[in-house]
């Protein structure tokens, strides 16, 4: 007795589908479907800013297109203050925010923010302004 052959044509079927099952299960559980542009406005370079748990640098009044995979907004801007280092300078003491209006988490889009930054006595403070040339 001869095993039964499967037409080429099933084959390719089967084989089709489970491509895209793969390609589907791959986008909604691992693709980084945010892209963020950050444009640094001050006038220093910025060191081990932190988004979406990964650190990246951002040398003065240069951009950085970033991919993740979802970013906390709060009014259109990310959610709380940026936290970065500059290097000879020391943070500011920030004042917490209790307000949780407005919050939500993104999960796809494509977004630009300008970094901005205030500063006195040796110290800074970094925040988040939609993007303007």
Excluded at 59 to 75: A, E, F, G, Y
Excluded at 110 to 125: A, W
Aim: glycine share 6%; hydrophobic share 35%; with cysteine.
């Amino acid at each position: 007795m001869t095993p039964y052959k499967k037409p080429k044509t099933v084959k390719i079927i089967l084989l089709t589908v489970t491509l895209c099952c793969s390609l589907l299960v791959y986008y909604f559980f691992f693709a980084e479907r945010i892209q963020i542009e950050v444009y640094n406005k001050t006038n220093f370079d910025i060191d081990s800013l932190e988004i979406d748990n990964d650190f990246y640098n951002i040398p003065k009044r240069k951009s950085l297109v970033i991919n993740c995979r979802r970013l906390t907004m709060q009014d259109g801007l990310p959610h709380r203050i940026p936290n970065g280092k500059i290097k000879s300078m020391r943070k500011a003491k920030e004042f917490p925010r209790f307000c949780g209006t407005g919050v939500e988490e993104i999960d796809s889009g494509k977004y630009k923010f300008d970094l901005q930054i205030l500063t006195g006595d040796g110290t800074y403070l970094l925040f988040w302004k939609e993007h303007s040339e």
